[in-house]
């Protein structure tokens, strides 16, 4: 006979302790259940309970999830989790448990995992940045502007000569980084090794007729041995930077990679992330991805343009960007508070669908602690990348100047020739 369990992990009358990491779901019960009775399971399934009573020592007791927070408006619930059930700097552990069996119970209807909060004692684990928005600045000699970056279009199909030369006209023009693509490996087409040599010789043959610094982004996402070894490869032909691909490569390749020891800056793209983070009733918020590839230790983050050709909001993507750049961020309806006390604050990207059109709006809204990256809506331009590049970088000093892009356009023409094909965005 299968026997009934209470709601011992339900108590409202919980204050987390400072050493708890606290989640914030959003609960749709099954039919016929409670939210409270719901949360309970969550609780339980995530932490030391089970499906049914078992013989239980006072000691594990305590170790229990608590369910201190219920909002039946809303489906919220708030549970913390006492620190003791995770393992010092281990990312998938924690991910085991506060989003493991959780989503496929047939308690919940839909069960989304909004954000996350981490106590000092769990960042005190991680390394989080090497560089940070002060070190990128640093690296790049830019102090006040947004940074300039465009991917290599198209993403997938150049010849290794002609995929250089494209970089080569995008830094000549005016951008400060130029990156792979999110599915550019090491196809037959245009390899790695030689990739990279050819587009390294570009990027300092730009930076010396241009008089600036500027950096190669190079997708070195693969098994996380043979990303290891290119890694290694681009800091000894001289590069600054890799990108990868955090969701595809796993945080556990990411936190070897961080913890390597590289001298090189970390871009994570997000690619496929909208598999999970998309639906707004069930799964796992791009909050959670953003707090994960913080506390491990990237550099530049993808988090989403607004304008752009991606889903997101004003209000989610400027939550993330703050999530992601501040220090000490304060609690709202779709995240948590958190203090990132010394983990160094993460460089938003915003990508996808731009053109120089957008660029006050993103400003506006996002700040100048930004990357503004531009693929066709630079590559496209009607007189080709460089005049691309030329009218993003000008875009960019517009605003800078306190000067409309229509005002700005009338002298420069790049800036003109882009407006005239793709519009002036005017959002407030």
Known sequence: MKRKRGLEFVNLKYR??????????????????????????IALESSVGTWTEVPEKDYVKELRARVFSISAKTGKVKIAYPSKLFEDGNVPNILSSIAGNIFGMKAVRSLRLEDISIPKKILRSFAGPKFGIKGVRKMLKIKKRPLLGTIIKPKLGLKTIDHAEVAYEAWL?????????ENLASQKFNV?????????????????????????????????KEMLKRAQLVEDLGGRYVMIDIVTAGFSAL?????????????????????????KKHGIGMMVLADIARLIGVDQLHIGTVVGKLEGTLEEVSEISEEIEKKVVKETKIRLSQNWGKIKPVLAVSSGGLHPGHVPYLIKHLGRDLVIQMGGGLHGHPSGTIAGAKAARQAVEAVMKGISLKEYSGEHKELKQALDLWGNVKRN
């Open 255 to 279: 936190q070897t990679l961080r913890e390597q020891g590289f001298k090189l800056a970390i871009h994570a793209h997000r690619a496929m992330h909208a598999a999970f983070t998309r639906n």
């Open 192 to 224: 790695f090794e030689e990739r990279l040599a050819r587009t390294l010789e570009k990027r300092n043959r730009a930076e010396e007729e241009t008089g600036e610094k500027k950096a190669y982004l190079i997708n070195i996402t693969a098994e996380t």
């Open 16 to 41: 987390p302790k400072k050493t708890d990491l606290i989640c914030l779901f959003k609960v749709e019960p099954a039919r016929g259940l409670s939210l409270k009775q719901v949360a309970n399971t």
């Open 173 to 181: 023009g005016g951008c400060d980084l130029v990156k792979d693509d």
